[in-house]
């Protein structure tokens, strides 16, 4: 009797065991493959959202972009002079900034994306 007790707890001991290396193997597995994160995301066919005015559509949302562009890419933040304007011709906003003690910079701005065309670098 006392035998068949223990084929019973080494049957369930194996069995307990088997369980959790299949658990454990599995998770092993997850772990090692790649992310698929932004898989189901296709940018290029999908269009978005764009507004119809364009996502630079004021004056100051295109001094907001160039400015901080500018300023990023100079290192400079004190102005002494910055203007906006509109070119209708080339349809871009051109934001130009000054500082005190170097020259300043230019950024034409696509209205209808936000996105930066050009950089232009005043020489001293």
Same mark, same amino acid.
């Given at each position: &009797?006392?035998? /068949? ?5 080494? +049957?369930?001991?194996? #069995?307990i065991e088997g369980v959790l290396l299949l658990f454990f193997s ?6 090692? &493959? ?5 898989? $189901? +995301?296709? %940018? /290029?066919?999908?269009?978005?959202? #764009? ?5 630079? !559509? *004021? ?5 907001? @972009? /160039?400015? !901080?562009?500018?300023? $990023?890419?100079?290192? $400079? ?7 906006? %304007?509109?070119?209708?011709? $080339?349809?871009?906003?051109? @934001?130009?900034?000054s500082y005190w003690f170097s020259p300043g910079a230019e950024a034409?701005? *696509?209205?209808?994306?936000?996105? #930066? ?6 020489? *001293?």
């Amino acid at each position: &009797m006392k035998n /068949g007790r223990c084929n019973k707890v080494l +049957l369930f001991s194996c #069995i307990i065991e088997g369980v959790l290396l299949l658990f454990f193997s599995v998770i092993y597995l997850f772990s090692i &493959m790649p992310p698929n994160v932004l898989s $189901h +995301l296709n %940018y /290029g066919e999908e269009p978005g959202f #764009i507004p119809e005015d364009g996502f630079v !559509a *004021d004056a100051r949302t295109a001094e907001a @972009v /160039g400015s !901080a562009v500018i300023d $990023h890419v100079t290192g $400079h933040s004190s102005v002494q002079k910055g203007e906006v %304007y509109f070119d209708c011709e $080339h349809n871009v906003w051109i @934001v130009c900034r000054s500082y005190w003690f170097s020259p300043g910079a230019e950024a034409y701005i *696509d209205p209808k994306t936000g996105r #930066i065309l050009k950089l232009l670098f005043y020489k *001293d």
